[in-house]
């Protein structure tokens, strides 16, 4: 179907709303005017002109109100000028509806009653009667004011908000962005030093780490993951550490009821890794990873024994993303401590 016929469907609904809205409000005023008149066929016919007058006056008035709307829903914003808006349109329209009213009431008394003429009309008494319609007018505007505000405001509010939940979005994304080239370069520095050690270990490395890095891939446009899920990969991603450390490594996880809880994915990529990169790892001094979960807090320990000499700062990646994340994605947010002989990272779990 064209855009005329669709163009037309509308002007036609839109029409018959505003006939059915005016009929019934010239309506009400008979039935509150003269509620006797609708007893009788007669009473009926005596109020026809009243109530074309009425459905004229109504009309007008309402035709004006949305018109003016309409006007200054293109001119002037009530977001960043209410006080002109207000101002400009109640003055608009209350003129408008005192000079339709008047031409009205006067078009209704010299039609209707036969002494009048033009030479012994008397104004004045149209003047005042112009009154009441005015009145009437000034609620009408009061309604329109209050539906073109709220009408406005809404659509700013839910406008802000997409734009707020496409930054958030965006920044989160940039954040995820960052995980695979770190996560891919540090595994590639590993078994760099591997196959130089050991041919079989940096193949059964190479087979583990196709495992976790398909996770990766599959996990990269995510927001959130299944706990089960990460706790899958924290498992795999230790199975890989453990072919480079052996028994210089020993970790724990104590996780029984999943339930319906989602983490931020490799969230325990970037702990674990943490903990490897700035701790003591030897026969001598075995380091110790404990993931175990407390009610709606995983948390993930592992022993305290930092290298004498730290390793030069990172690009900020590690905790730092972590606590981007959740801020992007929750109120609740990781806590981080040290002990004098643990480090301990609490993540919140989150539930969609």
Not at 48 to 70: A, H, R, T
Not at 111 to 140: C, G, H, Q, S, Y
Not at 268 to 274: A, D, G
């Amino acid at each position: 179907m064209s855009k005329a016929f669709y163009s037309s469907t509308t002007i036609f609904v839109t029409a018959k709303r505003f006939f059915v809205l005016n009929f019934g409000i010239s309506t009400i005023l008979m039935l509150i005017f003269c509620p006797s008149c609708f007893l009788s066929l007669e009473g009926i016919r005596s109020i026809v002109p009243d109530w074309i007058f009425s459905f004229l006056m109504s009309s007008s008035l309402s035709f004006g109100g949305f018109k003016v709307e309409e006007y200054f829903d293109k001119k002037i914003s009530w977001i960043e000028k209410p006080v002109k808006r207000l101002l400009l349109m109640a003055t608009s329209y209350m003129i408008y509806s005192f000079i339709v009213s008047f031409i009205l009431i006067f078009f209704y008394v010299w039609i209707t009653v036969e002494e009048v003429t033009l030479t012994n009309i008397d104004w004045m008494r149209i003047l005042k009667n112009t009154l009441l319609p005015t009145f009437i007018a000034f609620i009408i505007i009061t309604i329109f004011t209050a539906r073109s505000w709220l009408y406005e405001w809404k659509n700013a509010a839910i406008e802000a908000e997409q734009l707020k939940s496409e930054n958030l979005a965006s920044q989160y994304q940039s954040l995820k962005d960052q995980l695979n080239p770190h996560f891919l370069f540090n595994s590639l520095n590993v078994l760099t030093n591997l196959v130089y050690e050991s041919p079989d270990k940096s193949a059964a490395f190479i087979q583990q780490l196709s495992k976790i890095y398909r996770y990766v891939l599959e996990v990269q446009e995510e927001e959130l993951v299944t706990m089960e899920q990460e706790l899958g990969f924290a498992e795999n991603f230790l199975s890989l550490q453990k072919i480079r450390f052996e028994k210089s490594l020993e970790y724990t996880i104590e996780v029984h009821e999943y339930k319906e809880f989602f983490l931020p994915p490799l969230s325990l990529q970037l702990l674990m890794e943490n903990a490897i990169k700035h701790n003591i790892i030897s026969l001598e001094q075995p380091l110790k990873i404990l993931i175990v979960q407390e009610k709606d807090t995983l948390l993930v320990k592992n022993r305290l024994q930092p290298k004498l000499t730290q390793e030069i700062a990172g690009n900020g990646i590690g905790l730092s993303n972590i606590e981007k994340r959740y801020a992007i994605l929750s109120e609740r947010k990781p806590k981080i401590m040290q002990t004098e002989k643990e480090f301990i990272v609490e993540l919140p779990l989150l539930k969609t």
